[in-house]
């Protein structure tokens, strides 16, 4: 079972992704941001970076890359969909999480490890993980306050110190069914004791426990 | 034709970036500035002579991807 991990041009996450899900037992490889037909594929990620430049807003181009047509048949399938820091962001725009990302409330790119509460475990991120578990990752993100005007978002990972002044200090977030997520730190640069961390292993195992034969 | 599109950030979202700006005022003693938002404007260039059929087409732009209906509202204005 294999995992599209999507490249915009300025996506700059892409082999980290594709490195950590595959030392996880994954398939994953890179797919361009131009391609209109995935399905070989059970899951997709979109990864962190600059899409398009994040020129207008963040993720306000990317979401009408030609890929994105089938990353919303995925999510309307049922199919795993994550977004990562600017894939986050992506999804957002994309209409497929609620909410928006605006500047972080100290105008600060925030580049060093969160602590994280899992609050919500009926996810493809946080399946795996039990609630209340702590997980500590690196976030590296200048646009991560998540705001849900109509508070319809449902939370499934928060921060312990709330760096950024996310809406309920949100740090990921998911659609009702629970098969698409955005979280705004960075799973995969969290999967090797060298890094610094392995906790981010038992969200990447969660997504990968979440693809089904297609 | 010529068109401006000004694009303003919901009052209810916050603005990181005006918050900064206004306490950069007070640091300079202009204490009497109460608000600062700092917003975003689209100049562009459309082909067509009917105004009032540009400044449809414009409105259709904003709402599908200049402005994101989440967090802004705009204004467009043909100037001609």
């Known amino acids: 079972?294999?995992?599209?991990?999507?490249?915009?041009?300025?996506?700059?996450?892409?082999?980290?992704?594709?490195?950590?899900?595959?030392?996880?037992?994954?398939?994953?490889?890179?797919?361009?941001?131009?391609e209109t037909d995935l399905s070989a594929f059970n899951g997709v990620v979109l990864p962190g970076g600059f899409a398009h430049g994040d020129y207008l807003r963040t993720g306000a181009i990317a979401r009408f890359s030609p890929v994105m047509v089938e990353v919303e048949r995925m999510a309307a399938e049922g199919l795993p969909v994550l977004g990562i820091c600017n894939g986050f962001q992506v999804l957002c725009e994309a209409g497929l999480l609620p909410g928006a990302l605006i500047a972080n409330r100290d105008l600060t790119f925030i580049c060093r490890f969160v602590d994280l509460e899992v609050v919500d475990n009926q996810s493809i991120l946080t399946r795996s993980?039990?609630?209340?578990?702590?997980?500590?990752?690196?976030?590296?993100?200048?646009?991560?306050?998540?705001?849900?005007?109509?508070?319809?978002?449902?939370?499934?990972?928060?921060?312990?110190?709330?760096?950024?002044?996310?809406?309920?200090?949100?740090?990921?977030?998911?659609?009702?069914?629970?098969?698409?997520?955005?979280?705004?730190?960075?799973?995969?640069?969290?999967?090797?004791?060298?890094?610094?961390?392995?906790?981010?292993?038992?969200?990447?195992?969660?997504?990968?426990?979440?693809?089904?034969?297609? | 034709m010529r068109?401006?599109?000004?694009?303003?950030?919901?009052?209810?979202?916050?603005?990181?970036q005006g918050t900064t700006i206004q306490r950069a005022l007070h640091d300079l003693g202009h204490n009497e500035v109460m608000s600062v938002r700092v917003d975003r404007v689209i100049h562009l260039e459309v082909d067509g002579d009917d105004p009032a059929l540009v400044?449809?087409?414009?409105?259709?732009?904003?709402?599908?991807?200049?402005?994101?209906?989440?967090?802004?509202?705009?204004?467009?204005?043909?100037?001609?």
């Open chain 2, 3 to 16: 068109v401006t599109v000004e694009i303003t950030r919901r009052p209810e979202i916050a603005d990181p």
């Open chain 1, 129 to 214: 993980a039990e609630v209340g578990q702590r997980i500590r990752i690196p976030l590296n993100s200048y646009e991560g306050n998540w705001v849900d005007p109509g508070k319809i978002g449902r939370i499934v990972l928060r921060y312990v110190d709330d760096p950024n002044g996310s809406q309920q200090g949100a740090a990921a977030v998911a659609n009702d069914r629970g098969n698409v997520v955005g979280v705004m730190p960075h799973p995969e640069r969290g999967v090797d004791e060298v890094l610094g961390s392995v906790d981010g292993r038992i969200l990447l195992e969660g997504f990968l426990h979440s693809l089904v034969p297609a």
């Open chain 1, 1 to 34: 079972m294999s995992t599209a991990v999507v490249v915009f041009p300025g996506t700059n996450c892409e082999r980290d992704v594709v490195h950590a899900l595959n030392s996880l037992g994954g398939d994953a490889e890179v797919v361009w941001h131009r």
């Open chain 2, 55 to 80: 400044q449809r087409r414009v409105e259709e732009m904003c709402r599908e991807v200049l402005a994101n209906p989440i967090l802004e509202d705009f204004s467009v204005e043909v100037t001609g």
